[in-house]
C-alpha cells in the first residue's frame, strides 16, 4: 500500500510539472524622463517580434510652487531606418499611479523611445512631468 501511495504522489508530481507553465515578461529596459514638451531617447533597446508593452509611473509638478499637478503624456517607440515604424501610447495620466501601454506585436529591430507632454499647447509650459518605467516583451 504504501509503495503504490508512493508511486501515485511521485506521478502526480511529474504530471504536475508537465502542466504547471510559468509566463513572466522580460524587461528589456528602465527609462526616465523630465519634460517639459517632449524628450527622444538616444538609447537603443532590442525588441523581438513579440507583444510588447510598457509600465510607468509620472507626476505633473507645477513650476512656480512645486506642487503636482495632473497632465497627460504620451510614450513612443520609433524603429529607425528602413522598414521603420512608430507606434504611441495612449494619453496617459501623470498622477502618481502605474500605468500600462500595449504596444501590440512589434517587428524585430532596434527602438527608441520618445515622450511628449499631451496637454502641451504653443506658448508658455507652466509645469513639467517626470516619471519613469519599464519596457517588457
Known sequence: MRKILKQIFVSGILISG??????????LGKFTFDID?????????????KD???TSTANGIRYSDGKKVTK?????????????CTKWSPKMSADGDSH?????????GTYYINVSNADYQSGLVY???KG?????Q
Open 132 to 136: 519613469g518605467g519599464h519596457i517588457r
Open 37 to 49: 514638451r517632449a524628450v527622444y531617447g538616444n538609447t537603443g533597446y532590442s525588441i523581438e517580434a
Open 72 to 84: 497627460s503624456y504620451q510614450i513612443q517607440l520609433n524603429k529607425k531606418g528602413i522598414g521603420g
Open 100 to 108: 500600462k501601454a500595449d504596444f501590440g506585436k512589434l517587428s524585430k
Open 18 to 27: 508537465v502542466y504547471c507553465v510559468t509566463v513572466s515578461a522580460k524587461s
Open 127 to 129: 509645469f513639467h512631468i
Open 52 to 54: 510588447t508593452w510598457t
